[in-house]
């Protein structure tokens, strides 16, 4: 591989960590489009999908600070391939449950929470572990490649799960199966990386809120969490697509579920570019840019009534977020030291899926209580004012210029 943009995969542990990751992706949204059709064929009750969606964010949000604090403290390649373990066990157990055709509410549920376990063990060490795979220079490569093979699996996911699923579940929880089974592969073929020893003993609890004081300590890195946070807070348009499409822009469908993926079509596309391109300079200003771009798009898809212009400000919304994604994805680990990464990327997973969360949350509130157009458009507006307000406040963060002069 020859060029700066294949950097990153010179380096063999970061190919196979990659290519785990992208396994991982795949198994995880196959599973969970069978797990969701399968419970509401057993319950025919929407609430169902909801409780599947929590059993899963639930560990996440509990286990995150102590996770964070192991990974700070154990091995990180041995925490991934017990979550990944834990996985393929919770996976292999919903396969033989399907093929003995005995699979019920109460048994997906309890899955769900054990898959969301594993991975409130797994993702922090696996997010703290990728700095220590390649030089400090090639990050941001090894970054935009991470967040291309995310989005791709996220967009293609749920569709084979579908197709898996029609096929019956013990296909859809074979395939899953079979992605774990590969990525666990990947994982135990990477090289482990020792841990930093702490610099001083700490007591168990201000240990485990290290990685909470510093956040809030360091500049670059409160700037850079809290302002993604907000903005996904504020600008959740994609949770009022269905609405839009059938209300407002009167198509049907199918042509609603091509407005639902336009976003993950330019996030896509972005993240492509930046594996060619990655970004140089400027890169503080960029984020701000990038978030306010985001905000607009928002505003431009509140006020559309056509549904290509809709269509075009979501693919927009998605670009503009996938570079807010790639400069946080590359600051927050390069601010961080190693002896407390795996606590501040802990904190900082729960932060963001938690907007994420909350960001629907909010969207579906506004539209009910004011209209799905208003409430887009007070979303977006609200996210150009933190994003003004975030440039005034972090002024460290805005003058940040190359990815390798953060300390």
Request: hydrophobic share 55%; aromatic share 10%; charged share 15%.
């Amino acid at each position: 591989m020859k060029g700066p943009s294949f950097a990153a995969f010179r380096h063999r542990d970061f190919a196979f960590y990659a290519s785990a990751n992208f396994l991982w992706t795949i198994a995880l949204q196959i599973q969970a489009t069978a797990l969701a059709w399968q419970i509401y064929e057993i319950t025919r009750d929407p609430l169902q999908l909801g409780l599947v969606g929590l059993m899963e964010f639930l560990p996440a949000a509990l286990l995150a600070l102590p996770a964070g604090h192991l990974a700070d403290r154990v091995d990180r390649r041995r925490l991934i391939l017990i979550g990944v373990g834990a996985e393929l066990a919770a996976a292999t157990t919903l396969l033989s449950l399907a093929l003995a055709d005995s699979i019920t509410e109460a048994h997906i549920l309890a899955l769900a929470f054990a898959f969301g376990v594993a991975r409130a063990i797994a993702t922090p060490a696996a997010r703290a572990l990728m700095p220590n795979l390649m030089p400090r220079e090639h990050f941001a490569s090894a970054v935009a490649w991470s967040s291309t093979s995310w989005q791709v699996a996220t967009i293609a996911g749920p569709g084979i799960g579908g197709l898996l699923y029609a096929f019956g579940p013990s296909i859809a929880y074979g395939g899953a199966t079979l992605g774990f089974a590969g990525g666990a592969l990947l994982a135990f073929l990477m090289r482990g990386r020792p841990v930093a020893a702490p610099k001083v003993e700490e007591s168990d609890l201000t240990a485990i809120l290290a990685g909470l004081k510093l956040i809030f300590r360091n500049r670059i890195l409160l700037g850079t969490v809290s302002l993604d946070l907000f903005a996904v807070l504020f600008s959740g348009a994609t949770a009022l697509i269905p609405v839009f499409a059938q209300d407002i822009l009167h198509v049907g469908s199918d042509a609603g579920g091509l407005l639902r993926s336009a976003q993950g079509l330019g996030a896509t596309a972005t993240a492509l570019f930046l594996t060619q391109f990655p970004l140089q300079r400027h890169v503080g200003r960029r984020l701000f840019i990038a978030v306010g771009v985001f905000g607009l798009a928002a505003i431009a898809f509140g006020l559309s009534r056509d549904y290509w212009l809709s269509f075009a400000a979501l693919l927009v919304l998605g670009a503009a977020d996938m570079v807010s994604v790639f400069i946080r994805g590359t600051l927050v680990p390069l601010a961080t030291p190693d002896e407390l990464r795996g606590r501040v990327t802990a904190v900082e997973s729960v932060f963001i899926g938690a907007s994420n969360e909350l960001g629907m949350f909010v969207a579906g509130s506004g539209g009910a209580l004011l209209g799905p157009v208003a409430a887009v458009l007070l979303g977006g507006s609200l996210t150009l004012l933190v994003t003004a307000s975030w440039a005034a406040m972090f002024p460290k963060l805005r003058r940040v210029d190359r990815f390798t002069a953060v300390e």
